[in-house]
C-alpha cells in the first residue's frame, strides 16, 4: 500500500515546482521584535476578506496580538506545511477535510486542548482529537435559473442529471483535483454499483456520460462563478457555500440537494506542530467556534454553523445544511480510502478525462 507520505509527495511534486515551495516557504516576513505574530492559513477570496474584515480584528483586539492571513487553496496549505517541516511558520491551518486528514496523517497537528464550545458541537464536527470542522457546507448542483426558464427546463434534481445530454457545453464542471469536482466522481460509482473501493464505475460515466456536456473543467470557484455570470455555463456542481456567495450578488443561482443525497465538506482547523504559539492558535479555533462568529460566516460564506447552539433566521438556514435533520442527512465520504488512491485516480483523470 502506498504511504500517505508518499502519496502526498507525489501529488505535491506534481503540482508545484520545488521552486515555488521554497518561495511559498519564504512568503512569510518575520514580526517585529516584542510583537506577537499569529499565522492563520486559509482559502482566499471571499473567505479571506471575510477573515479579515469580521474575524480578525476582534481576535487581535481581544488578545493584544497580530494575525497575518496566508491564503491559498487547500492543497497549497498542504503543500506548505510539508515544505515546511521541522520548522513550520503556520500556526493555525484551516483546509477542507480530505486535505486536512493528509495533515493529520502526517502529524502536522497538535492535539486541540479541552474548551467548552466543543461540546456543543456537532459529533460529524469533530475529525479527530487534533482537528476539529470549523464550517460546512454541502457539494449539490448550482444552476441559472433565469436560463433554465427561458429554455422551459426543469430544475435538476439528480446526481444523473449531469449525464444529460440537453446540457451539451453548458455544463461546469471542477476537476477531481478540487472536492466538489472528487465528490462527483465518488457519487458517479456509487450509482453506478461502485464506491471508494471501486471507482472504475465513476470514471465511466465521466468518460462516456458527463464529459461530453462538459464546456470547461473549472477548479478556481471564482472562475466558476465568472463563467455562470456570464452565460457560458448555466449549470455546474457547487459547493451550497459558494453558492451563497454567489446569490449575495443578486444572481439568480439556485442550489439544489440531489435527490439521492448531498455530500458533506467541512472545513476543519487544526493547530500546527511544532508551534511557537500554541495557546494562541488554540484560542483562534475556539473563537472561530463561538456562536458569534459561526453566524458571521453563515452570513457571508454561507458556511453551515458546526456549532449546535447557533441560531439563523428561517430565510439563511434554508441556503445551508443546518440543523441535526440536514446535517444528518449529508453523504459522507471514505477518506482514509480517497487519500491512499487520490493521486493514482488523478493520473487516470487527466489520461482519459480532462484531456
Known amino acids: ?107 502536522f497537528c497538535e492535539k486541540l486542548t479541552d474548551a467548552p464550545v466543543y461540546k456543543n458541537l456537532y459529533p460529524l464536527a469533530r475529525l479527530s482529537p487534533e482537528a476539529t470542522a470549523l464550517g460546512m457546507v454541502a457539494t449539490g448542483i448550482g444552476y441559472n435559473e433565469e436560463a433554465f426558464k427561458k429554455r422551459g427546463w426543469a430544475a435538476p434534481t439528480s446526481w444523473n442529471d449531469l449525464k444529460n445530454p440537453q446540457y451539451q457545453q453548458l455544463l461546469g464542471m471542477p476537476p477531481i483535483s478540487n472536492t466538489y469536482g472528487l465528490h462527483s466522481l465518488i457519487e458517479m460509482a456509487r450509482l453506478n454499483g461502485g464506491s471508494e473501493k471501486n471507482i472504475d464505475p465513476g470514471f465511466k460515466v465521466f468518460e462516456e456520460d458527463i464529459a ?76 472561530v467556534l463561538s456562536p458569534e462568529v459561526q453566524r458571521i460566516q453563515s452570513e457571508s460564506n454561507g458556511f453551515a454553523p458546526v456549532n449546535r447552539t447557533v441560531e439563523l433566521p428561517p430565510e439563511l438556514a434554508a441556503r445551508m445544511p443546518y440543523g441535526q435533520e440536514k446535517v444528518d442527512s449529508l453523504i459522507k465520504v471514505d477518506w482514509d480510502t480517497i487519500n491512499q488512491k487520490r493521486s493514482e485516480w488523478t493520473t487516470r483523470w487527466n489520461r482519459t478525462i480532462e484531456r
Open 1 to 107: 500500500m502506498t504511504s500517505p507520505h508518499s502519496i502526498l509527495t507525489s501529488s505535491i511534486s506534481l503540482r508545484y515546482g520545488l521552486s515555488a515551495l521554497l518561495l511559498a516557504t519564504a512568503s512569510f516576513s518575520f514580526s517585529a521584535q516584542g510583537e506577537t505574530t499569529l499565522y492563520v492559513a486559509g482559502v482566499g477570496g471571499s473567505t479571506e476578506q471575510m477573515y479579515k474584515t469580521r474575524v480578525i480584528p476582534e481576535f487581535e483586539k481581544a488578545h493584544g496580538v497580530k494575525v497575518v492571513y496566508v491564503s491559498g487553496n487547500s492543497t497549497e496549505t498542504l503543500a506548505k506545511l510539508q515544505a515546511q517541516k521541522g520548522r513550520q511558520q503556520i500556526n493555525v491551518a484551516m483546509m477542507d477535510d480530505g486535505p486536512m486528514y493528509q495533515a493529520l496523517q502526517l502529524g
Open 212 to 287: 461530453p456536456n462538459v464546456l470547461a473543467w473549472v477548479s478556481a470557484p471564482g472562475e466558476m462563478d465568472g463563467m455562470m455570470q456570464n452565460g457560458d455555463v448555466i449549470m455546474a456542481v457547487y459547493g451550497s457555500g459558494r453558492a451563497v456567495a454567489l446569490q449575495n450578488t443578486g444572481f439568480p443561482l439556485k442550489f439544489i440537494y440531489p435527490k439521492e443525497g448531498a455530500v458533506a465538506l467541512q472545513i476543519a482547523g487544526c493547530s500546527v506542530t511544532a508551534n511557537a504559539q500554541s495557546e494562541l492558535s488554540q484560542k483562534f479555533i475556539q473563537y
